[in-house]
């Protein structure tokens, strides 16, 4: 930041919906975590190298001034504008402190937490030739407050208690307020009179709009007015969504989403079919997760790290850093691509560093890209003060973010399994018209599950769905023919799920994939053949292979005691088992303190 500004913070209000506390200290003196209101503002503008502070004080000033004295403590210089003879309001106080003003300044309300990039917002003035900028963010208060319209960076105001406010709260999805940030030329003072109460936002504003142009803000943002809102405000620094670097701890969130086992239905969750016929889909989630941790940062910054298990299990790390969300780029088939489509459609108001892992190779056929991001939305919707996604809508995000972000073509029930988790029966009938019905066959049939289940790594990378569609040649007709009878299999996998008749399960598997093989001769290959063979030799009643094809994971359903046979002859052919039990958990978010 080449130019240096002043801050002009506007502390001098009565704080009267604060009372009994404001009748001994201003109200941004009002202490948080055994610090005044008024250090985390400053701090939050100190962090983008803005050290020289004006605060225009009148009720109990002195309290202020006793506290903060001349800022060196804090790392900052600070001047004070008393309002000696009575208030003056907020565009009469920056009159009365004229005098210390060297500048272009900054002005903010002292009673406002917006955690907005002032780095952005000094940008954004120097690059038009208007002489006042305005931060405009989400309305907290909407019925309360002056409502704001931005279109091409203009602003019109809407005054509270009118009808042209009643009005626009009425049409619009999505109110703004005025954010109680500013950015002024020095002109700002040839509009006040002297020694007058005059309001900024009342009767200045409106007279000199074509003059201002709107910044909008899209980050945290919190207008305290009364004693809710103090409790919000210090629950959220408490949680660390705000200037976690002031406290001594540092708030960790972290999840991990389960990986999928097919058993049935797979392609009939895929588009046109779904809603032309119905999709059916039965899996299971598996105890191996895609694991997210995310560490707020004070800034706009964001740094993305993940380790990639190979099929060998080796790791291959790679990082990425941005100096905020503007400045993510996708490489040409890049690995993070798919954790930068995710951060850009949840679009984060604050700087962070994220880490992601797998206890699962991509391309596996486990639908490991599907928990990856349901994995990072989590931990991403988890920083959301409101309007937080419900189960089905983060299960769509992360469809959305495969197919129109990534251009994936995939079904969805990757995506609802990673999220709901368990051993279910989806319904798809179109678009985000999804029903999860959870089948349950009983405590002892799930050990016998998992004691006759094989899940075997083939040793080989699996092709994308969209190689896998590319490449079938099958008459539409025909197609539509067998994914009929692919569902009728799912159908009754799930009926003889729940009535414990594994046996018949098992030879379902097999014949699903003998339908799955029809639908496009691809899918397999002589080398999966051949492991499929050796399997059914040793005694496995059903075997199939998961994913689109290839490659990837072989799901094995064994004649009781005869798995540990299956295992060692498929080890020899270089293709490894995994030990599982299923996981009933779906996604989990959690958070912790680190010291």
């Known amino acids: 930041m080449e130019k240096e500004y002043q801050a002009v913070i506007l502390v001098g209000g009565l704080g009267t919906r604060l009372r009994p506390i404001t009748e001994t200290v201003p109200k941004p003196m009002v202490e948080i975590e055994g610090r005044p209101f008024l250090e985390y503002k400053i701090q939050s503008l100190k962090k983008y190298g803005i050290k020289d502070f004006i605060l225009c004080v009148g009720h109990l000033g002195h309290v202020v001034e006793e506290y903060f004295g001349d800022g060196k403590r804090f790392g900052t210089n600070i001047s004070y504008s008393y309002e000696k003879n009575g208030l003056l309001g907020t565009a009469g106080a920056i009159k009365n402190a004229q005098h210390l003003i060297k500048d272009t300044f900054i002005v903010a309300n002292g009673d406002t937490y917006l955690d907005v990039d002032f780095k952005k917002l000094i940008e954004f003035h120097e690059s038009h030739d208007y002489p006042f900028s305005i931060v405009i963010s989400d309305a907290s208060h909407a019925k309360t407050q002056e409502l704001i319209e931005i279109n091409n960076d203009k602003i019109k105001l809407y005054k509270r208690d009118t009808p042209e406010h009643e009005y626009h709260l009425r049409v619009t999805h999505r109110p703004l307020v005025n954010g109680g940030v500013y950015i002024m030329e020095k002109e700002i003072l040839e509009h006040i009179p002297e020694n007058t109460k005059i309001s900024l936002e009342q009767e200045i504003f409106p007279k000199i709009l074509h003059k201002i142009k709107g910044f909008l803000h899209n980050g945290y943002m919190l207008d305290i007015a009364d004693e809710h809102d103090w409790r919000e405000f210090k629950k959220d620094l408490r949680e660390g969504l705000i200037l976690s670097s002031v406290l001594s701890r540092q708030k960790i969130i972290r999840s991990r989403a389960p990986v999928r086992i097919t058993f049935g239905g797979g392609g009939t969750d895929i588009a046109p079919y779904d809603s032309i016929h119905k999709g059916m889909c039965v899996n299971a989630t598996i105890n191996r997760y895609v694991y997210s941790t995310l560490k707020l940062r004070d800034d706009k910054k964001i740094t993305i ?6 099929i060998h299990g080796g790791f291959e790390t790679y990082e990425q850093y941005f ?56 931990v991403l919707n988890h920083l959301r003060k409101k309007n937080r996604l419900t189960k089905h809508e983060i299960a769509e995000t992360a469809y959305r973010i495969e197919q129109k972000r990534l251009n994936n073509k995939c079904g969805r029930q990757d995506q609802y399994a990673a999220v709901f988790g368990g051993i279910n029966l989806y319904e798809f009938n179109g678009d985000n018209n999804v029903r999860v019905n959870p089948i349950d066959t009983g405590k002892d049939y799930i050990l016998e599950l998992e004691k006759n289940l094989l899940v075997v790594h083939s040793g080989r990378r699996i092709k994308s769905s969209g190689e896998i569609h590319e490449e079938n040649n099958v008459d539409e007709s025909e197609k539509i023919k067998i994914l009929h009878d692919i569902k009728d299999t799912a159908i009754e996998m799930e ?96 958070e912790i303190d680190e010291a």
């Open 305 to 310: 790290k993940s380790d990639i298990i190979n």
């Open 323 to 378: 100096e905020d969300i503007d400045k993510i780029e996708f490489s040409e088939k890049h690995p993070l691509d798919i954790i930068k489509a995710v951060i850009l459609e949840m679009r984060p108001g604050q700087g962070f560093e994220l880490y992601v892992r797998s206890d699962v190779p991509p391309h596996s056929g486990l639908g490991a890209s599907a928990s990856l991001c349901v994995s990072i939305i989590g």
């Open 495 to 590: 009926f003889n799920l729940r009535r414990g008749n594994l046996k018949r399960f098992g030879e379902l598997i097999k014949e699903s994939w003998e339908k799955k093989k029809k639908f496009n001769p691809l899918t397999s290959n002589t080398y999966i053949d051949a492991l499929i063979e050796e399997a059914l030799s040793h005694g496995a009643i059903g075997v199939r292979l998961m994913g689109a094809g290839g490659g990837g994971h072989l799901l094995i359903y064994c004649e009781p005691d005869k798995e540990h046979k299956i295992k060692e002859v498929l080890a020899e052919r270089g293709a490894k088992s995994i030990d599982f039990s299923f996981d009933f958990d779906g996604l989990k978010v959690w």
